[in-house]
């Protein structure tokens, strides 16, 4: 059964690790972030963009999708069904079609607009029993048509936001979506650690966690985030080890075409590369 990622995620602050958000873009992938949750005895959070959520046919099909895999591979640790950068709209839709939880990316309003939409969703999915996660600041580069310049937020628009009440906070402290490039400066330790002590115990989040050193991602820890998104990073290793197969010429050897088949070298290096993320955040066994 799918939970709010409310509690996942204090227990995570308390405890100083984060959980990963690991954005699901079909079967295969759900599967694989499923399985390496339950293998790794720890608490997950599937993203979903609404460019994946318009991809799979709508969100009553991922839901759908994501309840029976739960039930027939028998799924027993906390999972979040999130909706990624959303607009309003589509937040209405995904409390609809059942997510366990939503973002509202309101970081291109000016920040009373914000406030205002952000206050109706949090309203409504106190009613529900469901987590919110509001953004300040944008993160920087695209992803799944989402742009952002990168700003950093400001500390105090982000106390005004998470004294609405919501699960959770994305700030802008200098990550971006995608590829770093090579002049990246880093994240801004200086902004977070004000935008922690403004907010208290809200869980913070970190987007564009593809990339990100691991000495800057255990200092984000130590400084409240609480969940880090990765999307980019199982992108890339799906691509490569479905490349080096098709390359080898293995879908051309007896039934190598079958899809299970030349899937399934990427279907493996996301399930890699989530556990390799979930022992670097450090909740592997908190799910026990």
């Not at 990622?5 to 690790?17: I, P, V």
């Not at 005895?41 to 839901?63: D, F, N, Q, R």
């Not at 994240?187 to 990100?212: C, D, R, S, W, Y």
């Not at 080890?241 to 039934?255: C, H, N, P």
Request: charged share 25%; with cysteine; hydrophobic share 40%.
């Amino acid at each position: 059964m799918l939970v709010s990622a409310k509690e996942m995620l204090q227990k995570a602050k308390a405890g100083k690790y984060a959980v990963g958000q690991f954005n699901i873009n079909n079967l295969e992938w759900t599967k694989a972030v499923l399985l390496t949750a339950q293998e790794n005895k720890s608490p997950v959070i599937l993203g979903v963009s609404e460019g994946a959520g318009k991809y799979m046919t709508g969100y009553k099909t991922v839901v759908g999708m994501v309840n029976g895999m739960m039930e027939e591979l028998n799924i027993t640790v906390p999972v979040a069904l999130h909706l990624d950068h959303g607009s309003f709209e589509g937040c209405m839709k995904c409390i609809e079609a059942g997510f366990s939880s939503i973002m509202f990316d309101g970081s291109h309003y000016p920040i009373a607009e914000n406030i205002e939409k952000t206050t109706e969703l949090v309203k409504i999915c106190e009613e529900k029993g469901m987590s919110i996660e509001a953004e300040v600041g944008s993160i920087g580069g695209e992803e799944d048509g989402v742009v952002g310049n990168g700003e950093v937020a400001d500390p105090n628009e982000c106390k005004a936001i998470a004294d609405l009440g919501v699960t959770m906070l994305a700030a802008g402290i200098g990550n971006i979506h995608g590829k770093y490039p090579e002049n990246w400066t880093g994240l801004n330790f200086e902004v977070l650690a004000e935008i922690q002590k403004l907010t208290g115990e809200m869980p913070l989040v970190l987007h564009g966690g593809t990339g990100i050193p691991e000495k800057m991602i255990k200092e984000a820890i130590s400084l409240g985030v609480a969940k880090i998104n990765v999307n980019t990073e199982c992108q890339l290793t799906f691509a490569e080890a479905t490349r080096k197969y098709i390359e080898e010429g293995k879908d051309l050897s007896g039934k190598g075409f079958d899809p299970r088949k030349l899937l399934a070298p990427g279907t493996e290096a996301i399930k890699a590369t989530v556990k390799e993320k979930m022992e670097l955040f450090g909740s592997v066994g908190k799910a026990e």
